[in-house]
T-cell receptor
Framework: GESVGLHLPTLSVQEGDNSIINCAYSNSASDYFIWYKQESGKGPQFIIDIRSNMDKRQGQRVTVLLNKTVKHLSLQIAATQPGDSAVYFCAENLSGNTPLVFGKGTRLSVIA | DADVTQTPRNRITKTGKRIMLECSQTKGHDRMYWYRQDPGLGLRLIYYSFDVKDINKGEISDGYSVSRQAQAKFSLSLESAIPNQTALYFC???????????FGQGTRLTVV
């Protein structure tokens, strides 16, 4: 079946540095992608999304890049802060009639 | 108040027991989901429902059943709990396009 996967299970960064979390997806028909942040003891929370007709989308301190040629998605966090420490999941949606498929997650640790 | 509420938050049960996890949402969405989270395996879909009369199996439905009692309520049952069902369970709801999903706080279930 189709799956969404992550290249790095853990990532440690210095406070103030930029973070890049990567995700590979296998279904070229997916048309919608989301990044979620899960803090310890909490459910995943929406960060940012992007549709397949876009290459880049920016939010507050976060940017999502989509490379459809190599089926790769990344989340960039600028000036990483201790509060950014969490597990980050990418998810893909094949169509409006299918549920989200989640990747395995990357744990981001911010070193003060 | 939380958009998605799960009860109980924590539960320890014995092998062979039947247990029900409950979920209610105040978003007014038709779509609801149950996911299971294990370390290193991300979020895996158990069952999902696109409206009150709709129930669909997900990736790992064996050993589980669900009931959609109303638009706002979606419960997950383990008919005869076994130790490898020990996990963190999340309920979620999403908009009609099935894009952004709102998650509950999770239920930590331990089967001994």
């Amino acid at each position: 079946g189709e799956s969404v996967g992550l290249h790095l299970p853990t990532l440690s960064v210095q406070e103030g540095d930029n973070s890049i979390i990567n995700c590979a997806y296998s279904n070229s028909a997916s048309d919608y992608f989301i990044w979620y942040k899960q803090e310890s003891g909490k459910g995943p929370q929406f960060i940012i999304d992007i549709r397949s007709n876009m290459d880049k989308r920016q939010g507050q301190r976060v940017t999502v890049l989509l490379n459809k040629t190599v089926k790769h998605l990344s989340l960039q966090i600028a000036a990483t802060q201790p509060g950014d420490s969490a597990v980050y999941f990418c998810a893909e949606n094949l169509s409006g009639n299918t549920p989200l498929v989640f990747g395995k997650g990357t744990r981001l640790s911010v070193i003060a | 108040d939380a958009d998605v509420t799960q009860t109980p938050r924590n539960r320890i049960t014995k092998t062979g027991k039947r247990i029900m996890l409950e979920c209610s949402q105040t978003k007014g969405h038709d779509r609801m989901y149950w996911y299971r989270q294990d370390p290193g395996l991300g979020l895996r879909l158990i069952y999902y429902s696109f409206d009150v009369k709709d129930i669909n199996k997900g990736e790992i439905s064996d050993g589980y059943s669900v009931s959609r009692q109303a638009q706002a309520k979606f419960s997950l049952s383990l008919e005869s709990a076994i130790p490898n069902q020990t996990a963190l369970y999340f309920c979620a709801t999403s908009d009609p396009l099935g894009t952004e999903a709102f998650f509950g706080q999770g239920t930590r279930l331990t089967v001994v």
